[in-house]
T-cell receptor, first 114, second 113 residues
Framework: DQQVKQNSPSLSVQEGRISILNCDYTNSMFDYFLWYKKYPAEGPTFLISISSIKDKNEDGRFTVFLNKSAKHLSLHIVPSQPGDSAVYFCAASESASGTYKYIFGTGTRLKVLA | DGGITQSPKYLFRKEGQNVTLSCEQNLNHDAMYWYRQDPGQGLRLIYYSQIVNDFQKGDIAEGYSVSREKKESFPLTVTSAQKNPTAFYLC????????????FGDGTRLSIL
């Protein structure tokens, strides 16, 4: 049972436009969310996070939005650059679990076209 | 620079062999994790350790074993009982606090000869 879902396996966007990557979750107890970026043959790199007490967090070109009622978060990249081409994973954790584990989505491959 | 080092980057195993993947961190993190990545399946947790000399099974622990004798090190052994070991293996670490991101190594790709 996939608790964190990224339903779009891939996305193509023109350079300079907005990229929107989506993530849905089923566990209402999740209260902290992360986005990672991964290049081939490398480990994921942490991008941005959001706590359930917020609905938006920004860091430069990256903004994460959280809609708790819909159990949905999204990552916006504006403007998109060719170097953003990578696989993006969302991840969620539940502080009440007593562990520090994250559940990862299956990833979305973003391709930014020059 | 602090970070996580996984070695080797590529590893080949013959049928019936056990192999051990190395993971070392100098970030002073208490918690360490092993994940497996297969195409289209994201990252699946194999084992995790929140403190030295203690570890717990993740979602897909069968056919794997770990040890945590030192804070800095969390080696993963892929045993011959793991029927489909070909995958990309990622090690991560974090502080033992909530709302902290995990930091990843660059992975080891294991292939069966």
């Amino acid at each position: 049972d996939q608790q964190v879902k990224q339903n779009s396996p891939s996305l193509s966007v023109q350079e300079g436009r907005i990229s929107i990557l989506n993530c849905d979750y089923t566990n209402s107890m999740f209260d902290y969310f992360l986005w990672y970026k991964k290049y081939p043959a490398e480990g994921p790199t942490f991008l941005i996070s959001i706590s359930s007490i917020k609905d938006k967090n920004e860091d430069g070109r990256f903004t994460v939005f959280l809609n708790k009622s819909a159990k949905h978060l999204s990552l916006h990249i504006v403007p998109s650059q060719p170097g953003d081409s990578a696989v993006y994973f969302c991840a969620a954790s539940e502080s009440a679990s007593g562990t520090y584990k994250y559940i990862f989505g299956t990833g979305t491959r973003l391709k930014v076209l020059a | 620079d602090g970070g996580i080092t996984q070695s080797p980057k590529y590893l080949f195993r013959k049928e019936g062999q056990n192999v051990t993947l190395s993971c070392e961190q100098n970030l002073n993190h208490d918690a360490m994790y092993w994940y497996r990545q297969d195409p289209g399946q994201g990252l699946r947790l194999i084992y995790y350790s929140q403190i030295v000399n203690d570890f717990q099974k993740g979602d897909i622990a069968e056919g794997y074993s770990v040890s945590r004798e030192k804070k800095e090190s969390f080696p993963l052994t892929v045993t011959s009982a793991q029927k489909n070991p070909t995958a990309f293996y990622l090690c991560a670490s974090s502080y033992r606090e909530f709302n902290q991101p995990q930091h990843f190594g660059d992975g080891t790709r294991l292939s069966i000869l």
